[in-house]
């Protein structure tokens, strides 16, 4: 069995995901070493938890690991210091607010010895680990996903807050490379229609301002067609040739804290790095983002636009 240590870590910002990262570093103490913490605003409350530092470089000087859940403008800056200063980095989706800034993120990853990773934490949903297991037996030929409900104000648009998860599964499961073929909408709400290097084809739903929660996937195989409810955590199969539907058994496991838990074997050389998102898979999922909000705001124009996933 592969052995793995523990790693020395420390969190930069402390809103929501920040705070949800600290609980579950903090508790996977045979993984993780939570150094300290650090947020710009001086007002926090000490966090139970862990150290509160006094500044960015500290919290990267202390750790071997920097968690990055500082809001989306202040990514870039913070990844590209941690990364320089040789520091694996684990940075919240989505990896930049542009898809420039973050194929230049990923190109510096390259470069040096750190790894970095982004939080696609929808990878470790008990549904979607399960679709992955499953689909390795079967050719892909649909994939339909559906994210809708009451989401906080985001500057950037749907696309960009929320699509991203949507764009990342659809190269997960669906067979790396993804091409954008159309895109309609605005920014609360949008369409896009897709195709996987695999040959599958697919939709993006997406409304952040419906009343109604709701996050799902539909995937169709030669053989199975597959309905998941993500915010449920239910999984159904129907048998193409008979019709015949039966749920299929889910391991429970907290997403976020099957991620950490995936970070560490990554960084162990373990099998962790096949689940876990990657710079590079960050990049492509925030391209094709940019990409179908260009194409909602000219809709008189037929140009395709493409972007491939690394396999």
């Not at 071997?64 to 989306?72: C, F, G, K, Y």
């Not at 934490?121 to 008990?126: G, K, L, M, V, Y």
């Not at 996050?215 to 998941?228: D, K, S």
Request: with cysteine; aromatic share 6%.
């Amino acid at each position: 069995m592969l052995g793995y240590r523990r790693h020395r870590v420390s969190v930069l910002g402390l809103g929501t995901m920040g705070m949800r990262h600290v609980r579950v570093l903090s508790a996977l103490r045979d993984r993780f070493e939570l150094v300290g913490v650090y947020d710009v605003r001086g007002d926090l409350e000490r966090s139970p938890h862990a150290r509160l530092l006094r500044g960015e470089e500290e919290a990267i000087a202390l750790a071997e690991v920097v968690v990055v859940a500082t809001p989306i403008e202040a990514h870039g800056g913070a990844v590209a210091r941690a990364l320089s200063a040789g520091r694996h980095v684990l940075v919240e989706k989505p990896l930049c607010p542009t898809a420039a800034e973050a194929r230049a993120l990923a190109a510096a990853f390259l470069r040096g010895p750190a790894h970095l990773f982004v939080g696609h934490s929808e990878r470790f949903n008990p549904v979607v680990r399960t679709l992955a297991r499953l689909l390795r037996r079967d050719r892909v030929l649909a994939i339909d996903l559906r994210r809708v409900g009451p989401s906080r104000h985001c500057e950037f648009g749907v696309l960009l807050n929320l699509g991203v998860h949507d764009f990342d599964l659809a190269a997960y499961l669906g067979g790396g490379g993804v091409v954008l073929q159309s895109a309609l909408g605005g920014r609360d709400f949008a369409h896009a229609l897709f195709a996987t290097g695999s040959g599958a084809i697919g939709h993006v739903y997406l409304d952040g301002a419906s009343a109604v929660r709701s996050r799902a996937i539909t995937v169709t195989t030669e053989r199975w067609t597959y309905e998941g409810d993500l915010l449920g955590v239910r999984l159904f199969r129907t048998a193409r040739g008979t019709a015949s539907r039966t749920e299929v058994p889910l391991p429970l496991e907290e997403p976020l804290r099957a991620q950490a838990v995936a970070l560490g074997d990554a960084l162990d050389g373990g099998g962790g790095r096949r689940e876990i998102a990657t710079g590079a898979d960050g990049a492509a999922s925030v391209d094709l983002a940019e990409r179908a909000a260009l194409h909602c705001g000219s809709a008189a124009s037929t140009e395709n636009l493409s972007v491939f996933a690394p396999a």
